[in-house]
């Protein structure tokens, strides 16, 4: 016998959708006039599962999953990868030249604003790089005896 404690630890957390074998016996018990909670433990699945079992198949008439809603996705896991590497490659591509080489390595027909609004989501922000002044042999020398000079200042 299994104790409250192990029971409500392996029912706590996401867990992966119910097949329809699972399915199958909460309509038969709920056309068999059983409650949700009966049902529930009987079957050993979370009364919210059962009850939204149930709300579906009064709703649709069916238990059957449903295609999700909403367009699918263009780009693949596949097509992020390649564009990270060239964007990590070299971080001042523009948008148009970065959409030339996914076509041409990967097929992958988009437009510009499309891989700006995939590079955003992977964290990399439109943003000019800072100017770095030009450091030729004399001016380094005056720095390292300018550091040199200022050593052993304190505050």
């Known amino acids: 016998m299994q104790t409250a404690s192990t029971n409500i630890g392996e029912r706590m957390g996401r867990s992966q959708e119910l097949s329809d074998s699972k399915r199958g016996p909460v309509i038969g018990g709920h056309l068999g006039n059983k409650s949700i909670r009966d049902i529930s433990w009987l079957l050993n699945i979370p009364r919210s599962t059962v009850s939204g079992i149930i709300t579906k198949w009064k709703q649709l008439g069916t238990t059957a999953t449903q295609p999700p809603s909403g367009r699918p996705r263009h ?51 439109g943003q000019a790089a800072a100017s770095k002044p030009y450091i030729t042999k004399c001016k380094a020398k005056r720095r390292i005896q300018w550091c040199k000079a200022r050593r052993h200042w304190t505050l």
């Open 75 to 125: 780009m693949t896991e596949r097509g992020q990868r390649m564009l990270k590497r060239t964007v990590c490659r070299s971080r001042q591509l523009s948008a148009e030249s970065i959409e030339k080489d996914l076509q041409t390595w990967c097929g992958l027909q988009m437009s510009p604003t499309t891989v700006r609004r995939e590079l955003y989501g992977m964290g990399f922000l």
